[in-house]
């Protein structure tokens, strides 16, 4: 059909303008009414032709001999291309992760009978016997299953054209099962990436080997929302009892090779295909990418698309891009001039020096500036334990302009960086090991004292010490005056302390949410209590970058050692009353105000937000 050289050049701005503002729409993650369920969709994906959100609020698991009911909802969303049309994966598409990396939710499903039904007494030898009867004794028998993703996103498996026509695979999955219990330990796992559970399910009838027969699954009844651009199946029901499901393995940490026979007998593990069965009661929602960024409230095209455009099909959507060109194409170019600036801000491509603050919150209308600091050296006093730093921990995140007045005067408030890594986990060891905090001879009860042989007779002694953060990104507090004139406070942290060791469990910690360590870090020179002296930061080598827009302060060096900390809980686990004293008496916990001291020595990275904003737009 000819088209006038007019609206060939109008169709042009317009395919450029929508696939530009599309990925400033998806950026910013606004969406309202039923779009809101796909806002961790990765619609700026250029493969990701559609959006999944599905929550299963019923159904169960039978695995190997337990039937595990779902009373707790589990979300699986992300986004997913167009269909192979030919090979091996014919008909399915390409999985995409969520954004917030949830792509599917954990959701503990309680597991009837609990410890006593995978650690029967009977079977159970004296060791295993005395941790149930411990865990029984404090009220802690109950065991939860939580699925997890075995495998990347990458390898779910969707067929949109089999779910709607009930016939053939839906849905392929690779999962594991997460037994959780205190005696389990934090390692207890039906599957693993090696040997996932690999549910295929359908919502038609499955063909399974014996003793299991066919089930069926349903559609559910169909319904459509925002102007038919999304479809949701309500009380659809997927299916699969054709799996198989590998050993336990990694139960009870270092007694797993006693416990994990134990359990495997009790669940009738492993269990081969025919014996298991997986049934997901769910609400599954659909649409299309395209729809998604229409509704963006951020993406100035949204609401003139909405006004323009009647409910669209997913063919007419693609279609919108190159048809009816010249009626639509004065208004965008119109609305263009204005959201150029905006698609720049929205594209987050940063580049040179300006990646290190790629996770700052740089479009939250409150941040002014950015913070990258990179520790990368000094040590941590805490009581009469040294741990000298030497991997590398990142803090990162936005702030404001300093407050003017208040008990906050010459502060600002800080902003979580955007990954959810406000403060990276840097591991750094503990001089000294689990010999330097626990003497095996001084524990009273005799099945932990043999525990604690067994752990220093495998040689598993290393203790980490890793640096959380104990309260919201929020909580934190930045002077930058403070920092450049090597005076006063610059840094507030609220902290804690992770010790990370098998036989210490997964909670042995110094400090908490509700006792944490106040560091209150400075340049300058500090002025604690006794038995301390005063120390000296320093502001290092200043520097700038990128025309003058980055600060760097390289070889700075922030401190305190005027702060206190609690004593270490939570050590040992279900034992913590037992190796909690173990811990505080040999680390000389706690530990007053004047006895314990914090060095780090940095690089310290600021930016402001309109820079960032500026260097993105520069590279759309």
Known sequence: MHRSRKGI????VLGALVAVLAFAGGASATLTGAYAKFQFCPWTNAEA???VASVTTGGEVVLGSKTVPIV?????????????GEGPEEGFSKFFAAT?????????????GGLLGLLPPESSPPVVKALVKAATENGLTGVNSTLELARPASEIKINESHLAEALGVSLVLPLKAHLENPVLGSSCYVGSSTSPILWELTSGETSPPGPNEPITGSTGSVHFFEGGRIVELENAVIVDNAWSAPSASGCGGLLSAVMDPIIN?????PAKAGTNTAILESDISETTTFSVNLNNEENPLSELTKRTLSPLSKYQEREMKNRNMTRVCAALLVVALGSLAFVGSAGAKLTGEFKKFEFCPYNTAEVERCLNSLTTGGEVVLGSKKVPIVNPATLQGGYTEPATEGPEAGFAKFFGATNGVTLSKAAQPVPGGLAGLVNCKEISDFLLRISCEVTFEN?????NSTLELAQPASAIRVSENHLGEAEGVALKMPVRVHLENPFLGGSCYVGSSSTPLKWELTSGVTNPPLPNKPITGSTGQVEFLEGARILRLKDAAIVDNAWSAPAANGCGGLFSFII?????????LPSAAGKNTAVLKSTIMTTTSFALKKNN????
């Open 9 to 12: 050049v109008c169709g042009a």
């Open 49 to 51: 032709e559609r959006c």
């Open 72 to 84: 707790n909802p589990v979300t699986l969303q992300g986004g997913y291309s167009a269909p192979a």
């Open 100 to 112: 917030n990396g949830v792509t599917l939710s954990k959701a503990g499903q309680p597991v009837p």
């Open 265 to 269: 007998l009790a669940s009738g593990l």
């Open 459 to 463: 040689g598993v002694t290393g203790v």
């Open 580 to 588: 909690d004293p173990i811990v505080n008496a040999s680390s000389g």
């Open 617 to 620: 737009a520069e590279n759309p």
